[in-house]
């Protein structure tokens, strides 16, 4: 397979244009509304003097650098993006249509209730079909991401803790080590101390050690299953026991729900709060790094029979309701139990537009079928691979994985130094994306691929062939690893330069400051 | 096995399916699920559950069937809506929407790989860059979800940078739903949020009352919005940071880019950070989201060190022959540093940061001060308009007033409510009533105007109005 990026010369846009002219025609102010208001003055304190220093350009101009910016870029309309946990599957276009309906695009979050029915049936269904394919009792689509969603998740295990009055001593929050970035991330701005817990050598996380730390202190656990190895971990119902046995509560990082569809569900597995990515399960697009959005469930579970507070009053954001009686759907406010709000309205709405055709248009039996064809293109992917010289697979090789497998490049790297970002570069070249690298940290020279269920059988084919003839390439000539990527839009990025304190340019303005020696 | 086939699912037909499964070794797909506990296995009739219309449908089923659900919602085109507070109806030009829409950056992720991704970095770069230009700042993030998650980020980043200063003081008029995500965000630190009053003639806050407030010591950070929620313009910005700083407090500012092309940046009235919406930047209402929190914070490696979020830099390729971007100063971020980030926050809204470059590169140097004049005199003709209705008055507070303003209706002896359906029967949109979150103005809502509300647009409203409450006094 010949690759070559395509490559523009393309200045930054501050660089383009001619003083002068214009991308876009502002409307002149009616003349009879100047008559009428009369010259306004802005008080010189607060006026602005100098127009900002944006480039000037004409309407083509800026279509054309951007298109050709775009054409430097590799979506997944481009080719297969197995990075790890990420579910980088094909986004499909009648979602992009229809959420783009200015039926939905104009609403205003704060419109009345009356004059937005459409929209509102549209979520208390999504709503419901999400909680039955988690199986959980209450939704709330507020949260505007996964690690958004898991704050709230955590805040409501605080919250929990706090109505119970044992706020003072639930101070613990169980992490296992091959866990999301996220999650520990989450529960120290939950204001928790964050207990991290080894893998057991079979991938599972490690029970006895998972025993040895939980104590009265363990207001939770957080946990992704299957994990980030993408192994299912096995002892979920003893670790569900063990936590809830001291008043845990358990949370499930939604990150990986595309392995485990119409097999089991959180629910089923005992967990008490759950998060979706509607961006990896559902289909909608990542768009270079979001929007995505992330609705929180929980089980109905009391947290306090006396003032009959159940764990769905603690949700955060408003609930979209049906009114029987009146006949409408309405936004339910959270209540005083609630964790509050997160962001400022409803929800990414557009996301979840997605996600509502996305499950519409695949029904029950087809989000199985997703599942057992992300399964299958794993398994079927490590059989292609293991025992390939250079690349070993830890935890338990035997041992189906489900929705992404962690591969480790250390064999080739401790035989002739070629590292787990080499083989990506190496990947790249060849007109694929890489996996995610050096990720879960459990795992030296982590290569973490995740095919979904959307990737052809040929691709996974071919993407095998390139890491073995990577493999090869490394054993033959290490050197020769070393200079890729050279069919990419530019070799390797010099990272020592982009972060060092003297040379770090976030921005033009900083480079324009740095060159007049007014910053250093 | 199922039989779906699905143009999703590639390998769904039986033959690939089959063959796939020989190759791992297995007879049946579920054999792959086996380690799955029994105890914890979904034992119900999965089909019959309700998830989606119980059947997969086709794209000609499932347009149909929204087509039949969104003909229930009202759209108001002319004249939009006369809401804002948060997120206001602007105009989404052809071009943002075409560029927002391209395949590659819109089903890429997050610039991982960075050679492969030179195109969407430059422009996550170029945002960075044109919004540091529009605020004056240094550094911008490559986005927050929302300004009320970026103000929330932000007083966490000030009680990091003042470490055992425990008091934000706010201004008394603050976007409430700003309010309630910052209270959230930041309820596990015992952080006391203090309300500093405002001039009850102009509306602006007080300073009197911040200095005193201040003298009391602790101060984290000084928060204020420009223009204001209530639609006034803070013209003592400068004025407030001079006043945080000499408490060794950080000067915080929130603001709508839609106005700085002519209203003085955050950058030169003294911010340390600055936060604000980028909705109104060819984003588009979209009943809630995704829109786009901006975060920026002038050059000071102990702030940029602090800084949530992501961050694009320019930088060379190794052999040093090319200019290319990546990824900088991650050691911040969650997939490293862990429950030790500076943030947990992992997916943004990128493809809305892209959306707002356009909208800048096509605005230029001039179009946004040009925008921010008409929007300014519409603003206030309708203002003027507005009290030419019997028993109503606006704005409350005695300031300039950009794109918002008050208006109170207590003369009219009609409830709000009231004319807010009346309003509605007759096909506009009114304001946002705001008795929930300041009773103290009495029936008073919050109006707003833009560059898409005409003149035509505004004379219509006022008429309404008119037959609305004089009808009713009489």
């Known amino acids: ?520 | 096995m199922s039989l779906v086939v699905h143009p999703w699912l590639p390998n769904s037909p039986k033959k690939i399916k089959e063959d796939m499964l020989k190759t791992i070794g297995v007879k049946e797909v579920s054999e792959l699920f086996s380690d799955i506990p029994e105890k914890v296995r979904f034992k119900g009739e999965w089909d019959k559950l309700e998830i989606g219309f119980g059947r997969p449908l086709s794209e000609l089923e499932i347009q149909r069937i929204i087509d039949d659900i969104l003909s229930k919602n009202k759209v108001f085109k002319k004249p939009p809506v006369f809401l804002g507070a948060g997120v206001w109806p602007h105009y989404v030009p052809e071009v943002v929407k075409y560029i927002m829409s391209r395949a590659e950056f819109c089903t890429t992720y997050t610039p991982y790989q960075a050679e492969i991704s030179q195109g969407l970095l430059q422009a996550l770069f170029e945002y960075q860059s044109m919004i540091a230009d529009l605020l004056e700042m240094e550094v911008v993030n490559a986005s927050m979800y929302d300004w009320a998650s970026a103000v929330a980020e932000a007083f966490l980043m000030a009680l990091r940078v003042n470490k055992g200063k425990n008091r934000i003081l706010i201004p008394s008029t603050m976007n409430p739903m700003h309010l309630e995500v910052v209270k959230t965000y930041t309820m596990p630190r015992g952080v006391v949020i203090e309300k500093v009053k405002y001039d009850s003639v102009t509306g602006l806050i007080d300073l009197e009352d911040l200095k005193e407030k201040v003298a009391k010591g602790n101060v984290a950070a000084v928060y204020i919005e420009n223009p204001s929620f209530l639609g006034f313009i803070e013209e003592n910005a400068r004025d407030v940071g001079e006043i945080a700083h000499d408490g060794k407090a950080l000067f915080i500012m929130g603001v709508d880019p839609i106005s700085l092309g002519i209203l003085k940046p955050p950058g030169a009235l003294g911010a340390d950070i600055a936060v604000g919406e980028g909705q109104p930047l060819g984003l588009g209402l979209n009943y809630g989201g995704p829109y786009l929190g901006i975060f920026a914070v002038k050059w000071d490696m102990k702030l940029i060190r602090q800084m949530p979020g992501r961050l694009i830099g320019l930088t060379t390729t190794v052999d040093g022959k090319d200019r290319a971007f990546t990824m900088i100063l991650q050691t911040r971020e969650q997939h490293i540093r862990r429950e030790k980030a500076t943030s947990n926050i992992c997916t943004n809204e990128a493809l809305c940061a892209l959306g707002a470059a356009v909208y800048l590169a096509l605005m230029g140097k001039h179009g946004l001060k040009k925008l921010g004049e008409l929007i300014l005199y519409r603003t206030n003709y309708a203002i003027k308009k507005m009290n030419t209705i019997t028993g109503v008055k606006a704005p409350i507070f005695k300031s300039l007033h950009f794109k918002e303003f008050t208006v109170n209706f207590d003369k009219t002896n009609m409830p709000y409510t009231k004319i807010h359906k009346e309003l509605l029967k007759k096909g506009i949109h009114g304001g946002l009533y705001l008795r929930e979150f300041f009773p103290e103005f009495g029936e008073t809502a919050l109006y707003c105007v833009t560059e898409l509300h005409t003149k035509d647009d505004i004379d219509l409203l006022i008429k309404s109005l008119k037959e609305i409450v004089e009808g009713w006094s009489r």
């Open chain 1, 1 to 520: 397979m010949v690759f070559k990026q395509a490559k523009w010369d393309e200045p930054l846009i501050y660089e383009l244009g001619c003083e002068g002219r214009i991308g876009f025609l502002v409307p002149e102010v009616e003349e009879d509304i100047r008559r009428e208001v009369g010259e306004i003055q802005i008080p010189d304190k607060i006026r602005r003097e100098n127009p900002p220093e944006l480039p000037e350009l004409s309407e083509v101009e800026v279509v054309r650098h951007f298109i050709r910016l775009s054409q430097m870029t590799y979506g997944v309309d481009n080719g297969p993006i197995p990075l790890g946990s990420c579910t980088m599957k094909y986004n499909p276009k009648i979602s992009e249509s229809i959420a783009s309906d200015p039926r939905i695009t104009l609403l205003h979050p704060l419109q009345d209730e009356d004059t937005v029915q459409g929209l509102l049936e549209i979520m208390y269904l999504l709503q419901k079909w999400l909680a039955n394919i988690v199986g959980m009792d209450v939704c709330t689509l507020h949260p505007a991401a996964g690690a958004h969603s898991e704050l709230a998740g955590v805040l409501i295990i605080r919250k929990y803790h706090e109505l119970k009055g044992q706020l003072n001593r639930k101070k613990e929050i169980i992490v296992p080590d091959s866990a999301h970035g996220t999650n520990p991330a989450s529960a120290a701005m939950a204001g928790f101390r964050v207990v991290t817990v080894r893998s057991a050598p079979d991938g599972n996380i490690d029970i006895e050690a998972v025993k040895a730390v939980v104590s009265d202190r363990t207001a939770g656990l957080m946990l992704t299953n299957p994990n980030t190895l993408g192994l299912f971990e096995e002892n979920i119902v003893e670790l569900a026991e063990i936590i809830h046995e001291v008043d845990g509560l358990l949370y499930y990082d939604g990150a990986n729900l595309n392995g485990i569809m119409g097999y089991t569900r959180p629910g089923d597995m005992g967990f008490d709060i759950a998060h979706i990515n509607i961006h990896k399960t559902f289909g909608s697009p990542h768009g270079g790094g979001g929007p995505g959005a992330g609705p929180l469930c929980v089980k109905e579970r009391i947290v306090d029979p006396e003032r009959n507070i159940k764990l769905s009053d603690l949700l955060p954001g408003p609930i979209v309701k049906y009114d029987n009686v009146r006949k409408k759907y309405y936004l339910k406010k959270p209540g005083k139990y609630s964790i509050g709000w997160l962001k400022s309205f409803f929800a990414n709405t557009i996301p979840l537009i997605k996600a509502f055709i996305y499950i519409a248009c695949l029904g029950p039996q087809g989000l199985k079928e997703v599942t057992e064809q992300a399964v299958i293109n794993t398994n079927y992917f490590i059989k292609k691979l293991k025992d390939t010289k250079g690349y070993s697979l830890p935890y338990d090789p035997e041992r189906y994985r489900k929705h992404e497998v962690v591969f480790s490049a250390k064999p080739m790297t401790q035989d002739v130094g070629v590292t787990a970002e080499d083989v990506c570069k190496g990947l790249l070249d060849a007109g694929f994306y890489a996996p995610t690298m050096y990720f879960p940290l459990i795992v030296q020279e982590a290569l973490m691929i995740e095919f979904t269920d959307t990737e052809t059988k040929e691709n996974i084919d071919k993407y095998a062939e390139r890491m073995k003839e990577i493999a090869k390439i490394a054993y033959e000539n290490p050197e020769e690893a070393k200079k890729w990527p050279r069919n990419t839009v530019v070799t390797r990025v010099d990272l020592v330069k982009a972060n060092h304190p003297k040379t770090v340019t976030p921005s033009w303005r900083v480079l324009k400051l740095r060159k007049e020696g007014k910053i250093k």
